[in-house]
């Protein structure tokens, strides 16, 4: 079970607690990883400093077990005043560069650096939980690094009051030399998914040394050689083994085939000298010998390391970049399901809003209605009204101008039938005149007869 924070037991240095059991609801979720050993889950929670080696890790049986105490708070409320520094169940302050994952939408995840860790040593790091909701958070692992990785957990599921934190124990046991970058998922019920990123660098621990083996990484020239004695023996054992020739100075070796005169002969103390001579000048050119060879293997051991750390400075970039790319590749398909997931609740969202405004919309339609309805029945009547109104009036309009167009009709008819009239009555008049006229030729006819024959006398002239 994960650690908690005590803020009230700070004087009690041996007071340690687990997390108090779960319910009987939840007492069966809680799930323990199988490949976690006993001794690291019973590590002392004093500091973040320092591994503890496996030649020095006590046994199970030796291990100091957690006291538990009355009045310690299995829970901590979250601290209102900043300035309330955050210790640990024991009264201990955790370190200062705690990670913390806040348990929000959208958090920051944290780092947790676990620095360079000796192959075979163990080293722990905490990582603070905080809950600022007012509501029960549940978490549980949903990814985990490989077992050869080396990562320990305390607990897989975490059940944390609201407002509260709990503090989680996290231990790394290297493996393999080397830098490692992993992460550590979790879920709540949401489907929220939170990550604690774990960075640490594991180193292989320096050999102890050895007496047998004390002059091996010594340089030859700085040897310690025998004492005088031992090398006049040399030089005598070198002596014997040569003679000279009578015919000649060189030397000849022991064990090649000789006259038997020859063997009979002793060099004289001055060809011993030229021989000492001789054999110290051969020792000084295997010396000088020993220092060229030795220089030059400086500098080859020189160009070796320069090469070695070009080769694994190249590495490291080639996996710094390789490292990189699957993060980056990581951190894509991240972002692409997190946008498809914003993607997915907006569109939801919408949808919720659009079914709402279409109700709203239809509510306001179906009054818009009812209104206009009500509205219309008033507007009817009068429309009614009006069209009655106009319909008559359009009776007296087209009576009237009935009337106008028969009256106009009639008119003319009667202009037509004066006019009629009057040319009769002009014909019948001159007829009147013309037979008037007649008849007053007439009597002008007579009378003109009348008085021509007035004229003329009675009796005949002769």
Not at 134 to 149: E, R, T, W, Y
Not at 154 to 167: G, H, L, R, S
Not at 432 to 458: F, G, H, N, W
Request: glycine share 2%.
């Amino acid at each position: 079970m994960p650690f908690v924070f005590d803020q009230q037991q700070t004087n009690s240095r041996t007071n340690y607690d687990r997390q108090p059991p779960q319910p009987t609801a939840h007492r069966n979720s809680l799930q323990r990883l199988s490949n976690i050993p006993r001794p690291v889950k019973q590590l002392v929670v004093e500091s973040n400093t320092g591994g503890i080696s496996h030649a020095s890790k006590p046994t199970l049986d030796k291990l100091p077990l957690p006291t538990p105490s009355k009045d310690l708070n299995r829970t901590r409320s979250i601290p209102q005043d900043e300035s309330a520094k955050t210790k640990l169940s024991d009264g201990t302050e955790p370190d200062s560069e705690l990670a913390i994952l806040e348990l929000v939408p959208f958090s920051r995840q944290p780092m947790v650096n676990f620095g360079d860790v000796k192959l075979g040593t163990t080293k722990i790091k905490y990582v603070l939980l905080r809950n600022s909701l007012n509501i029960q958070q549940q978490l549980f692992v949903k990814s985990f690094p490989k077992a050869d990785k080396g990562f320990y957990m305390d607990a897989t599921e975490f059940f944390i009051a609201p407002n509260t934190e709990i503090c989680v124990a996290l231990a790394w046991t290297p493996k393999i030399v080397g830098g490692l970058r992993e992460s550590i998922t979790l879920q709540d019920v949401n489907r929220m998914p939170k990550r604690i990123v774990l960075m640490g660098t594991a180193t292989r621990p320096k050999p102890e040394p050895s007496l047998s083996k004390s002059n091996r990484n010594i340089p030859r020239l700085f040897r310690r050689t025998g004492s005088p004695s031992k090398m006049n023996r040399q030089l005598r054992q070198e002596r014997n083994k040569l003679v000279f020739s009578p015919r000649s100075s060189h030397q000849v070796k022991l064990d090649k085939k000789v006259k038997p005169l020859t063997k009979l002969l002793s060099p004289s103390p001055e060809k011993r000298h030229q021989l000492v001579r001789k054999i110290l000048s051969q020792y000084d050119g295997q010396m000088a010998t020993r220092v060229q060879s030795y220089w030059r293997m400086i500098i080859e051991q020189r160009r070796l390391a320069n090469l070695k750390a070009a080769r694994e400075k190249a590495a490291i970039v080639i996996q710094s970049y390789s490292r990189m790319v699957l993060e980056r590749r990581r951190f894509l398909l991240l972002k692409a399901t997190r946008e498809q997931a914003a993607t997915v609740m907006q569109k939801f969202y919408r949808v919720v809003l659009a079914r709402k405004e279409l109700a709203r919309l239809r509510d306001e339609r179906m009054a818009t209605r009812v209104q206009s309805y009500w509205r219309m029945i008033p507007v009817r009547r009068r429309f009614v009204h009006f069209k009655r109104t106009r319909e008559n009036a359009a009776t007296v309009i087209q009576s009237c101008s009935r009337m106008v167009l028969e009256r106009r009709r009639f008119l003319r008819l009667k202009a037509a039938r004066e006019n009629a009239a009057i040319v009769l009555q002009k014909y019948y008049r001159a007829r009147l005149a013309r037979i008037e006229l007649a008849r007053l030729k007439d009597e002008r006819m007579v009378t003109r007869v009348q008085s021509y024959c007035r004229m003329i006398p009675k009796t005949p002239v002769c």
